[in-house]
């Protein structure tokens, strides 16, 4: 699964940003995708996830309330939609995939995802 990530970009703290996450050559059947962030100097940190076929979609503390991932079944596309941006929210953002449903505590991990994207750079900053 190759996956591309886009929407990032640089936003006033407290202003929205929709990322998308794409998928070329398959579609996301049967699919876990997620969205991590790594900061500079720091490790790649978990932010969401969802199951293709339906389940819990775990969220990353420090965006508990203000970011929401969603499925867009038209467009074989996920997307985290970002609200109330925090400067802490600088990082970049990829999106991961797994073939397969794991258990909920096993979708926070990084080392449960076999495909990566390029990111995209979000920067919040006045």
């Known amino acids: 699964v190759q996956l591309q990530a886009s929407g990032g970009g640089l936003v006033q703290p407290g202003g929205s940003l929709r990322l998308s996450c794409a998928a070329s050559?398959?579609?996301?059947?049967?699919?876990?995708v997620g969205w991590f962030r790594q900061a500079p100097g720091k490790e790649r940190e978990f932010v969401a996830a969802?199951?293709?076929?339906?389940?819990?979609?775990p969220y990353g503390d420090s965006v508990k309330g203000r970011f929401t991932i969603s499925k867009d079944y038209v467009k074989n596309m996920v997307h985290l939609q970002m609200n109330s941006l925090k400067p802490e929210d600088t990082a970049v953002y990829y999106c991961?995939?797994?073939?397969?449903?794991?258990?909920?505590?096993?979708?926070?991990?990084?080392?449960?995802?076999?495909?990566w994207g390029q990111g995209t750079l979000v920067t919040v900053s006045s």
């Open positions: 991961a995939a797994r073939i397969g449903r794991i258990i909920t505590s096993y979708q926070t991990r990084v080392s449960s995802y076999d495909h």
């Open positions: 050559g398959r579609t996301f059947s049967n699919t876990l």
């Open positions: 969802v199951f293709w076929g339906g389940g819990s979609t």
